[in-house]
């Protein structure tokens, strides 16, 4: 009886396996491809001060659509490139196209800070501030425009390249983000030995902050954190009034989330924010500009 189990239960996992395997290596190939014809586009979401509403900059986030398999997650399609070593080229398309767009932004008097997600393969193996600066320089952009949002995962090995990395992004003259917080395991620590500049409440704590005791309670001790080291506090994934209630009664300084724009298509974006015939629309030098 026992052999017999064991033996259908192998049966039937083995063939899902290498059905896994071959979309990887399907998708992997597609991906390869993607990266280096072009085929990536970005999508811009709002960031917002939460006591006036006003946008502070926005968050860029990579999409791809395979003509094929159709739109895939960028959770699915980032771990790809990671574990096939492709990150590295589709984190450099991220920051030429990034700062291109930032370029064309400047041009009509918009200064709007871009935040771009850097994967902890980059922080390790590649150069960072080498291809922002180049980029920068390229596209003729003050790299201080961009921040830099880490997932804290990666963190964890602290690592004198991950240090190194950092501080020669921040020397550049970008901001740092810690991305996710919460959800690691030695946010505490890290952000004392290397302080960011603002941390960004996962969204997983949010999503039920205003009913969940537990959620709350990790929220509230992020944000006393924060207030006492002077960090501004992102929250993420706001997709209800209850929640932005909730976060502006404790002190949080920034929000993201459905509730008030979801990631936006640069054309979208500059309907809603920039455009001269919206009289609604915040004018370009209303918006933040950091110190
Ligand atoms: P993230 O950086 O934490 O980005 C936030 C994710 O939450 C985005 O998903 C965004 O669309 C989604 N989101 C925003 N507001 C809400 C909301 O109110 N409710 C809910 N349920 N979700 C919301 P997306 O675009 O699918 O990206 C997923 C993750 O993929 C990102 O998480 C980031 O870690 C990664 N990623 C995206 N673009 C890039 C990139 O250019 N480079 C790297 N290395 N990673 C990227
Ligand atoms: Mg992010
Ligand atoms: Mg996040
Ligand atoms: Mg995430």
Redo the contacts with the bound molecule.
Sequence with gaps: YHAKATSGAVASYAPAMSARMRDWLELEGRLRKAVHNDLLS??F?PKFRIKDRKLVGV?????WRDAEFGDI???RF?EI?EDSGL?LD??GW?VRAVCRQLRKWLDRGIVLPVA????GK?LLHGDPAKVVEAEARAANVPPSLIEI?L?ESLLIKDSATVQSALKRLRQLGCRIAL??FGTGYSSLAYITRFPPDRI?I??AFV?DIENSAGDAAVASAILSLAHSLNLVVTA????RQGQLDWLLARGCHEV????LA??LSVADLEARFFSTANEAAPEPQQLLTRA
Excluded at 59 to 63: G, I, W, Y
Excluded at 256 to 259: K, R, S
């Design positions: 970005l999508v979401q968050e860029a986030l990579l999409r997650s960028p959770n980032v490139a990150i589709m984190s991220v771009i997600n850097c994967s980059e949002e997932t991305d996710d960004k996962d969204k999503r993420e994934g706001v997709e993201q989330g459905f509730l979801k990631p």
